[in-house]
């Protein structure tokens, strides 16, 4: 086991390395460099001044000797400074993204389930009742929705019509912190990205619940007089949840990239934001610093994964 | 520079400048003097410190200071854009970055931690991708302003910035113009409509070798119904442009208004043999503008020209790629464009984009265009010095556009502001870059 | 079932439309723009003046083209993925796995930009992009199903009698893992009719003027549509959800008839 870990951690390493050669030669073979992305096209700019702004930046050199540079300066740690932000460090910039990102993350999933678990107990319990169908076609709606349109739509409506939450940001720009600013600059965001999620949850949880009350000790157990309710709570819940359990799980590694859609309409301060931003201002190093980060979680994610099968399984052989 | 001297005279040979320098304090309280200047200018020069200026500034012989709030530069040779590029160039505090070596200044980190000035608000702190802070500046030399902050917010999606400003938590923003259209009528706001300064043209890629019988050109302009698409699509918000520009001084008589007609333009494109230059294979017309309104632009201008046997497919990319593509050699990827150029205030904005000797990578002439009658007529109107002849030179240069179409010229549009009617005192033109046309934001207030 | 009902009407109309409807969906007229529905143009008129109802009919057909060559792709790329993976050994296993894991780490936002960029914009790039971002999740599915059938007696017997990797894909691997793959492609469908309106808002997918529902949709990004002319972003918008959600009905009545267990009654 010691060794599988070790071996599979290395391949991780390598991993993350062909990552950076792929991700360095996509961004290059995209055209505009930073200084194309600098220029406005409307405004006219000497082209001298652009090649000395080139030569700064070192991209005048070729390619695999920036390459190199950069990946001999991340191994020191030192991920470079932010081209588009005025000489940022990177490290800082990106480590500071990932809080938010989890935040917004987290709190979507907590809603997702509790959300999720609860229309899906009523849903099985009530199987093909009024509230069983109404609730699934709700389900189905939400997963069938453009994230953007129920974004861009939310934001509307609650905030600029109804004006029950701010319109963006995460906290109110100025104000001294505080946890009922961050609270309501949180509630509209989070219950966008979690009707997804919840709607998926739901459907698992219907489905995984009536199987398990369809099952033997269930019917002992209803057989024996025990109360519907603590049939459900007591004997059929806590084997129901195993395989929404595995969905909520699965869900994670991903999350850690950011909500592109919600994060860029709510303009919430998090990864996909700033991937998004660094990505149209071609800021190299933000990006590179970020894809990494970001990658080295997936990548952890599933080697834990993978473990944990190795571990639970012993017919998969150690591969 | 210009807002910090409080006079200035130029010697008869036009070698040495004289300035005398406001009373002004920089933000950490220190005076602003004219050891500042003289700081700022030689690091301008410097090209170790990677600066924008070196090249514009080489001219600079000489700066000295008698006492601490004068400067005289000397020049090697008579210059005479030296006073415009001393405006751009933004002046910086001796006191607190003499320390620093040259070639470091450039990356230095209090450029985002503490910037210090000398305007009317002073940076209290920058939140990336969310807000600058800026508080009143309780030494400014016109007085104290009269908000106690001001913060300017960031929105990744315009969309987004639209719904603050009608949720009532920004006072002020730049607006689309389809957007702004949605404040009509709405008294808790005052829309704030201007010139934009900015020609929009179909760009004619003069070296892919389709565009160069000016009857194509001609056909291109006949075929477009530019008064059609300015009343509907643009609700009249735009201004028709029969060259790059429309100030009125500098637009001649008799040009020609190349109405549309597209039986016109079709007996045109027969007359250039169309059918054997292009025919009816697609061409890509390349954009860097992303907003919904170009969208419909684009598509009602393709649906036109496809009438008279032009296919063209529009293609919006974003900016980076846009310059990429169009400061490479690669024509065949910008047969066509759809783009802007400021042309104003200053008319001679357009050189860079017209001029033969402004080809890149030397300058901004994008869609390659060498026509010795219009560069001659940018050099003279460049040129002259007298500002009521100048005018006369630049009708020369619109002229010659009309004529000869370097560009299929379509109009100028307004650029639009929304500012919440709580907002007293507040001045704003919408331009381009924004920078210097900002007036007077230490007046600017909010009704109790 | 109910889905079949649903989609099959929508399909008709998107692909016959051009038999039963006068307008032509890139026809322009400067006069009319922004109009309300009326007798003649059924759900009104966009920007330009072009019939909405037109749009949404050859735009569905742009959607559902993108949606199911994506899905096609990408379903025989996972499928040889994972199968290969599944069957081949060891090292071939573990690198195909890590090309699956090196696709998932890419950031998909740096993968449009650049795919749009090399090929550009337009019905095919977009396919393209939505075929590599989908793939893997089918590989690692196929693989996984087929690690534990490998080790079954019929499998080994069969590479005993020196089947090769051919036949053994065709003859077990395709057979065994057949129901993941209709759900996965049926499910597929409708995550790439989402995933082409998402591109659309990110400013790649099928760019205009050319119609796809994506950037029908994508009219509501202008806060003068989203708030004045709703019904140029609600038809679209209605439409795309109603398909997607008729896909997701027959993917999950395919998934409860491969799977017995899943919901007995």
């Not at chain 3, 994972?82 to 890419?106: E, I, K, W």
């Not at chain 3, 080790?151 to 003859?171: P, T, Y």
Request: proline content about 6%; aromatic content about 8%; overall charge negative.
């Amino acid at each position: 086991m010691l060794q599988y870990t070790l071996r599979r951690t290395a391949v991780g390493l390598l991993m993350l390395l062909a990552l950076t050669v792929l991700i360095f030669i996509m961004l290059r073979l995209a055209p505009g460099d930073p200084i194309d992305a600098y220029i406005n096209p409307s405004v006219p700019m000497s082209a001298s001044d652009l090649d000395v702004l080139r030569a700064r930046l070192g991209l005048d050199q070729p390619l695999p000797v920036q390459y190199f540079a950069r990946l001999g300066a991340a191994l020191r740690g030192d991920f470079g400074y932010s081209i588009q932000r005025g000489g940022d460090p990177v490290l800082p910039l990106v480590l500071s993204r990932i809080g938010p990102t989890i935040l917004l993350m987290v709190s979507g999933l907590v809603i997702a389930i509790v959300l999720g678990i609860a229309t899906g107990i009523i849903s099985a319990v009530r199987r093909n009742q009024p509230t069983d169908i109404s609730l699934s076609i709700m389900a189905f709606v939400g997963i069938s929705s453009p994230a953007f349109l129920t974004a861009l739509l939310g934001l509307y409506i609650f905030a600029v019509t109804l004006r029950w939450a701010p319109a963006g940001g995460m906290l109110t720009p100025g104000a001294p912190f505080s946890f009922a600013d961050l609270l309501a600059h949180l509630v509209l965001p989070a219950s966008l990205l979690s009707i997804g999620h919840a709607a998926l949850i739901m459907r698992y949880m219907r489905s995984s619940l009536l199987e398990v009350l369809s099952q033997d000790y269930v019917r002992t157990a209803r057989a024996k007089g025990v109360r519907e309710f603590w049939v459900i709570v007591k004997h059929a819940l806590r084997n129901a949840l195993l395989p929404v359990i595995t969905l909520i799980g699965s869900t994670i590694g991903i999350a850690i990239g950011g909500a592109i859609f919600i994060e860029s309409i709510f303009d919430w301060p998090g990864m996909g934001l700033l991937m998004i931003n660094a990505v149209s201002r071609r800021d190299y190093p933000v990006i590179m610093c970020a894809t990494l980060l970001t990658g080295a979680c997936v990548i952890l994610v599933n080697l834990l994964t993978d473990m944990a099968y190795a571990a639970v399984d012993p017919r998969i052989k150690v591969a | 520079m210009g807002a910090l001297a409080s006079e200035f005279e130029v010697s008869p040979d036009s070698l040495s400048y004289t300035f005398r320098l406001a009373d002004a304090k920089w933000h950490d309280g220190e005076p602003f003097t004219s050891a500042d200047v003289k700081f700022t200018l030689e690091l301008a020069k410097n090209a170790e410190s990677g600066g924008l200026f070196a090249a514009r500034s080489a001219d600079i012989a000489s700066v000295e200071t008698p006492d601490e709030s004068t400067v005289i530069v000397t020049l090697s040779q008579p210059n005479s854009a030296f006073l415009s590029v001393l405006s751009y160039v933004m002046m910086l505090p001796e006191h607190a970055l003499a320390e620093i070596p040259v070639a470091e200044i450039g990356k230095n980190a209090r450029w985002s931690t503490t910037p210090i000035g000398t305007g009317p608000f002073r940076f209290v702190r920058y939140v990336s991708d969310q807000y600058v802070e800026l508080a009143a500046f309780e030494d400014y030399r016109e007085g104290r302003p009269k908000v106690d902050r001001l913060i300017n917010r960031y929105f990744a999606n315009p969309a987004a910035a639209v719904a603050a400003l009608k949720a009532g938590e920004i006072q002020f923003s730049f607006v689309e113009p389809d957007d702004a259209r949605t404040f009509d009528g709405d008294t808790a706001f005052r829309v704030i409509e201007g010139d934009s300064f900015v020609v929009n043209y179909v760009g004619f890629n003069h070296r892919v070798g389709i565009w160069d019988d000016v009857r194509v050109r001609r056909a291109v302009m006949h075929a477009i119904d530019r008064d059609a698409i300015i009343t509907s699509i643009f609700g009249g918000a735009a201004k028709r442009a029969d060259c790059g520009y429309v100030a009125d001084q500098f637009v001649p008589e008799g040009l020609d208004p190349y109405g549309y007609d597209p039986e016109k333009a079709k007996a045109l494109l027969a007359e250039a043999g169309w059918d054997e230059i292009n025919g009816a294979a697609p061409i890509s017309w390349v954009t860097y503008y992303n907003s919904p309104q170009v969208a419909n632009l684009m598509a009602a201008m393709q649906a036109m020209l496809a009438q008279v046997g032009i296919n063209v497919v529009p293609r919006a990319v974003d900016v980076p790629t846009y310059n990429g593509i169009v400061r490479g050699e690669t024509y065949a990827d910008f047969p066509m464009t759809y783009a802007g150029l400021q042309n104003g205030p200053d008319p001679a904005s357009l050189n860079v984009g017209l001029n033969g000797s402004q080809l890149p990578p030397v300058g901004n002439n994008l869609m390659r265009v060498e026509m010795p009658e219009l560069s001659s007529a940018f050099d003279a109107a460049m040129a002259e010095t007298d500002s009521a002849a100048a005018a006369g030179k630049w009708q020369q240069v619109c002229r010659a556009m009309n004529e000869q179409l370097p560009w299929g010229t379509m109009w100028v549009a307004s650029r639009y502001g929304v500012a919440s009617s709580d907002l007293v005192d507040f001045h704003w033109t919408p331009a381009p870059g924004s920078g210097p046309y900002v007036a007077h934001p230490e007046d600017w207030d909010i009704a109790p | 079932m109910a889905g079949l009902a649903i989609l099959v009407p929508i399909l008709l109309a998107t692909v016959t439309y051009e038999l039963w409807w006068p307008y032509n969906p890139n026809d322009i007229d400067l006069l009319a723009i922004n109009k309300g529905p009326s007798p003649e143009h059924w759900m009104g008129s966009d920007g330009v003046g072009r019939d909405v109802m037109a749009r949404l009919l050859q735009g569905g057909r742009t959607s559902l083209l993108v949606a199911s060559v994506s899905m096609a792709i990408s379903t025989i790329v996972g499928f040889s993925v994972g199968a290969v993976a599944g069957f081949a050994g060891r090292l071939v296993d573990g690198t195909a796995m890590r090309l699956v894991d090196l696709a998932m780490t890419l950031p998909p936002v740096i993968f449009l930009l650049v795919l749009a960029s090399i090929a550009g914009t337009g019905v095919g790039p977009t396919i393209l992009v939505i075929s590599l971002l989908s793939w893997p999740v089918l590989s690692r599915m196929v693989r996984s199903r087929l690690l534990e059938l490998r080790e079954r007696d019929f499998v080994v017997a069969s590479r005993g009698m020196g089947a090769g990797l051919w036949h053994l894909l065709f003859r077990h691997g395709l057979p065994n893992t057949i129901d993941i793959l209709v759900v996965y492609a049926t499910l597929q469908v409708a995550g790439g009719i989402l995933l082409e309106a998402g591109l659309s808002f990110l400013g790649s997918g099928v760019t205009p003027p050319e119609a796809s529902w994506g950037n029908m949709l994508n009219s509501a990004r202008s806060v003068l549509v989203l708030e004045n002319y709703p019904r140029q972003w609600m038809f679209p918008g209605a439409v795309l959800v109603i398909t997607v959600l008729a896909i997701n009905f027959v993917g999950d009545g395919l998934r409860d008839a491969f799977d017995p267990r899943a919901e007995l009654n």
